[in-house]
């Protein structure tokens, strides 16, 4: 195992100045409530995914999504989502798997139902378009978190002498009423004709932004670094921490958990060059162990394919699901290899009480870092 972060406890690393700003957030995030596991959220309607968020969100670091299998995911379904993950402290993660042209990739991330640039802090990509398929999301992601951010609202006020029954004015006028409507709608219509003599209509078009894109301020979530177990309040320290950043972040798939799956050791290397590349965006991996080899590498390593056996048992863990999947310990995973933040889908959703085996995970993926960085685990 050879790895440039693999000795180093997650708040130092959120202190390398070489760290994107999400990267930084986000270790800092995990430090602070002492969790490196991200679930997987395989349900198939909003009310399922919603229910879970509030079930495991204090557990977690991240909640991994697919968007595209819910029957009925909406604009509500993000909104309220979004609320779960900034009350229970998760970032979110769609899992899109990208791969196909920049033009069409731009479009799958910014439009259509999902829309997910607009609501998801990660989202994931193969490589095997080529280059492009990176510099594309990337653009899409500026372009989308300028447009968020800036709002554009017209005030209208109207004062418009009253008329009386029989036509003639009386003098009065109707109270100034200020509201967002469009231009086209200044236009008197022509039944109105009768009815505006005098009126005086203000309109004031205000834009604000309150996003600069370009490169994240350096040491923006690194005033929190005294260490893992620090915090004499974990709360206070969340709220200190703030909210995500106005940033995204891009995964690349560079290795699989299932069996014969066809990324190779150069592929994987690939993958390792074009990240370093495009460090401000391409935040880490998807992969079955930490890449980062050299000290200015700061990516992380997400690893799913884990499994704990049944609480009280003393068998060994479980070696796959006949479907290709091959699961392994969170102590082989992380304590082992290196990884940075553990996937787990089923070993949670199928459990009787999720939010009990999600705190069981957390332990277990905690005590195999801590064991990693030379502490004694948990």
Not at 37 to 61: F, K, P
Not at 270 to 295: H, I
Not at 354 to 362: F, G, H, I
Request: charged letters at 25%.
């Amino acid at each position: 195992m050879s790895s440039s972060t693999i000795s180093l406890p997650y708040s130092l690393r959120a202190d390398n100045p070489n760290a994107p700003t999400l990267t930084s957030y986000l270790l800092q995030l995990i430090s602070i409530k002492q969790s490196n596991l991200c679930v997987s959220a395989d349900v198939h309607t909003s009310s399922a995914l919603l229910r879970l968020a509030e079930e495991i969100g204090d557990h977690i670091c991240v909640l991994k999504t697919h968007a595209d299998i819910i029957d009925d995911f909406s604009d509500q379904t993000i909104k309220r989502l979004n609320e779960v993950s900034r009350r229970k402290h998760f970032l979110l993660f769609e899992d899109r798997k990208f791969g196909d042209i920049g033009s069409t990739v731009q479009s799958q991330y910014t439009r259509g139902p999902l829309a997910i640039a607009t609501w998801a802090h990660l989202t994931n990509a193969h490589i095997f378009p080529g280059p492009a398929i990176i510099k594309a999301l990337h653009s899409a992601a500026r372009d989308t978190l300028l447009s968020i951010n800036q709002s554009v609202s017209t005030e209208i006020s109207i004062g418009t002498p009253r008329e009386s029954l029989d036509g003639s004015a009386n003098g009065e006028e109707i109270e100034d009423v200020p509201a967002l409507i469009s231009e086209d709608s200044l236009s008197p219509r022509p039944s109105d004709a009768g009815l505006r003599k005098g009126s005086i209509v203000t309109a004031t078009t205000t834009i604000s932004q309150t996003f600069e894109p370009g490169p994240p301020s350096p040491g923006l979530y690194r005033t929190l670094s005294t260490g893992e177990g620090n915090f004499e309040n974990v709360e206070m320290a969340l709220q200190e921490l703030g909210p995500p950043p106005h940033a995204r972040g891009l995964l690349l798939l560079a290795e699989m958990s299932s069996e014969g799956n066809l990324m190779t050791k150069e592929y994987t290397s690939n993958c390792l060059k074009l990240a370093r590349k495009d460090r401000d965006f391409v935040v880490g991996f998807v992969s079955q162990r930490s890449l980062n080899t050299e000290t200015e590498d700061t990516f992380l390593a997400f690893t799913p394919g884990l499994s704990l056996p049944p609480e009280g048992s003393k068998d060994d863990y479980n070696t796959g699901d006949g479907l290709g999947q091959q699961w392994r310990s969170p102590k082989e995973v992380v304590g082992k290899d290196g990884a940075d933040i553990i996937i787990v889908g089923r070993g949670i959703l199928n459990a009787k009480d999720r939010r009990s085996e999600s705190e069981r995970y957390r332990k277990a993926a905690w005590a195999a870092y801590e064991e990693r960085i030379g502490r004694r685990p948990l």
